[in-house]
């Protein structure tokens, strides 16, 4: 483990020596031209070329950041090294970590895009007042390489499909290694933003999404592209209309292996934490981020899944998350794994989350999702098979069967391409 951060710390130190200067071409590639159905425009800090330095900055970049306010701008790209706190046990970057960063790019250009008609009348239920971003669904996510400490994390994110209340949102995950002038994709996703009040944000729970703005002239839809769109719209809308019912009651409980569980069970390996949600985790608003709770659903699959390996285990996906209800300030969360199915190679865990009010004592489930990890070898860091699920119950075999369909059904999407995002 020493060398493992020994070499993270190498890495750190030849990307913060590549990135050093505002003149120095790593850093620019931060802030990439991005394509969004069929235009570019090149956002970010502009040109700080010559000698300028900090005044190229304040000046050539002032103004090209300020482009970003720009009601046709539907896009926005972040760049930050990752650091050793990003680390996961495995060494490489903490899936969640990954996650976080997807949702905080969404979260600011959908956030931009529904505040883009203000003075114009756009809204017609609100005015002028300020609106907020708040993700409702993430759709399924491979992770297609492993990110590592020390690399220069990219997200780009751009609006491609608005309907009358949402926002469809596309972000791509790259990471550089800013020494070796190298980069490579990691991840695709796909999120669907809502719009609310800020002054609506209440810890009653009850919001009300607010129209949106088209997207603007400058993204020219041709017809197949604007239909397919608009199919997409329609499924994730049954998807999330077909949802299993969530649980209640006595079924929201923390979870934690059972003393005399027989290895490999899943009452051996079943988890939960506990998290209380602060000002820090949530977008100037009440409304906590969407990327911290993913990040923690992250964190207790992992956990799950190392329990029942006994060694080193990694996110590869996650199937789609709807967020049922919101989470505020204040609210703690309880969020539960369990290991439901088994390939050779692979498991899954479905997690729940579940919040609290410590005010009312109302309790309300949130998210339920189920993850994808893989284990890998301590010493080679390969992919390795997985013990196979115990199953004891007939409520565990009930399970495992759901969760062999949804595996054989995710083969298949593969197989078709459908997981293959614009």
């Known amino acids: 483990m020493e060398s493992l951060y020994r070499r993270g710390a190498r890495r750190l130190f030849d990307a913060f020596r590549s990135v050093r200067s505002f003149n ?5 590639r931060c802030i990439p031209a991005l394509n ?27 103004a090209a950041i300020a482009d970003t306010l720009d009601s046709g701008n539907t896009e926005t790209t972040l760049c930050r090294v990752m650091l050793p706190d990003d680390a996961n046990p495995a060494g490489n970057v903490h899936g969640g970590s990954i996650l976080h960063l997807i949702e905080q790019a969404g979260w600011i250009v ?11 009348g756009g809204f017609s239920s609100t005015g002028d007042k300020e609106l907020v971003a708040t993700v409702a669904r ?24 608005t309907s009358k209340r949402s926002m469809e949102v596309r972000v791509e995950v790259w990471a550089e290694n800013a020494a070796k002038r190298e980069r490579r994709l990691t991840n ?17 729970g009850h919001l009300v999404s607010q129209p949106v703005p088209s997207l603007p002239p400058s993204v020219k839809l041709n017809k197949e592209v604007a239909e397919a769109a608009e199919q997409r719209y329609l499924a994730q809308k049954a998807e999330r209309a077909k949802a299993r019912a969530l649980p209640s009651g006595s079924e929201l409980h923390a979870l934690q292996p059972l003393p005399n569980a027989r290895d490999h ?30 990040k923690l659903m992250d964190t207790v699959a992992g956990v799950t899944a190392v329990r029942h390996t006994h060694g080193p285990a990694v996110t590869a996906a996650l199937d789609a998350i709807d967020f049922h209800a919101p989470v505020f300030n204040g609210s703690l969360l309880t969020v539960t794994g369990k290991l439901t199915h088994t390939s050779r190679r692979s498991m899954e865990v479905e997690v729940t989350v579940f919040a609290d009010n410590p005010l009312t004592g109302e309790r309300k489930a949130t998210n339920t999702a189920y993850f994808t990890f893989v284990s890998l070898n301590r010493l080679t860091r390969r992919v390795r098979d ?32 459908k997981y293959n995002i614009l």
């Open 386 to 417: 997985v013990p196979q699920l115990v199953l004891e119950t007939d409520e565990d075999k009930r399970r495992f069967e759901e969760g062999q369909a949804r595996y054989e059904e995710r083969k298949a999407a593969r197989k078709a391409g």
């Open 24 to 28: 120095g071409s790593p850093l620019r």
């Open 188 to 204: 695709r996703a796909v999120l669907w933003y809502v719009a609310v009040p800020t002054d609506e944000q209440t810890s009653s």
């Open 110 to 120: 959908a956030t931009r895009h529904a505040n883009s008609n203000k003075g114009t």
């Open 265 to 294: 069970s899943p009452e051996a390996s079943q988890s939960s934490l506990q998290h209380v949600i602060l000002p820090s985790e949530c977008f100037g608003s009440k409304l906590a981020q969407g990327g911290v709770v993913m």
């Open 36 to 62: 969004v159905a069929g235009y570019s425009r090149t956002i970010g800090m502009g040109a700080a070329g010559g000698g300028a330095g900090a005044a190229a900055l304040a000046f050539s970049g002032g």
């Open 138 to 161: 993430v759709e399924h996510m491979d992770f297609i390489e492993p990110m590592y400490i020390g690399e220069v994390a990219q997200v780009s994110a751009n609006i491609i499909y």
